[in-house]
């Protein structure tokens, strides 16, 4: 039995947590389990096996003398999502080492194989954790470690191309960064909340405030009241002109999120990026900044916009 219980931990990801963390996922797991149904072992037994209860546990794990669980009692998931879950993991609950039957009138129910040991954490936690619980216990801290991390790794997958080929790809094709028909190249920023403009309707400078529909608000550079406006009358104004002020530009290596940016130039502009688009490149991207931490103003708000989860395998 002392196996079956080690295994239990090879299917859950090895991660590393404080005392803190482990302390919460026990509570946790702990408050969890409190709410499924209890099935006295008394009545379980008086239940025939036949075409309405019978066991479900994978074949390779039915190694047992008893046609019934150890212990006093057997389980059922309350909620929804957990029901659903172990229709489609019953090979999770048996390397965790649960003997899963099924009853017509109840569905899955679940029993232990070891009743010598603490039931909370050689079972309850590790179940938790294989469900993907524990993933919202970690600390904030941590997460935002992890999720640095990933965001580093995914960045630099990126394709990188200097900022000067670009100028001198507008330089050849003398084309300007406005678009216009037979334009290979041309920048394709949109307008968003937070963008600096020049609005020609009021004749000033300042930073949009709020958007709805074709019409917008532009808070003036000077300090004075919001101005509506029309967002066919505001431009945005950069330092540099033509080419963001970073030396470096990116595009997307991965088809997924070559696809996903065709739909979501607004949210790379939110995260602070100007895009262009270039008919043998596609999407390139670039930072109009410089001498500060890139990675909390830029990447990071992107990776998280993205909705990537790579994180979560990250010790």
Known sequence: MSNIIEETYEIVPKKTYTKDEERRIFVAACEWSDRFRVYPMRLISKLEINSSFYEVTPTDRKDFDDPLPLGPVMWSFERQYDKE???????????????????????????????????????WVPLFKAMGFDKSIISEEEDERRIKEATYRWVNGFNEIPTSVMNKL???????????????????????????????????????????????????????????????????????????????????????????????????????????HQDDLGYVFGIDGAGYDFYESHWIPLYKARGLKMHNYIK
């Open 170 to 276: 507008l330089e050849y094709e003398n084309i300007a960064t406005n678009g216009g028909v037979g334009n290979t190249i041309s920048e394709v920023t949109p307008i968003v909340v937070g963008s600096e403009v020049y609005d020609y309707m009021n004749d000033c400078r300042g930073t949009v405030s709020e958007i709805d529909g074709d019409s917008c608000k532009v808070t003036p550079e000077d300090g004075g009241e919001d101005v509506e406006s029309s967002l066919d009358e505001v431009y945005l104004e950069f330092e540099y002109d033509t080419m963001p002020m970073w030396g470096t530009m990116w595009r997307f290596d991965d088809i997924l999120d070559q696809e996903w940016i065709e739909d979501n130039l607004d949210v790379m502009a939110e995260c602070g990026f100007r895009i262009y």
């Open 85 to 123: 879950w172990i229709e489609d993991n019953l090979d999770v609950m048996a390397e965790l080492g649960f003997r899963v039957y099924y009853q017509e009138d109840i569905g899955y129910i679940f029993g232990i194989t070891n009743v010598y040991c603490e039931i909370h954490g050689n079972y």
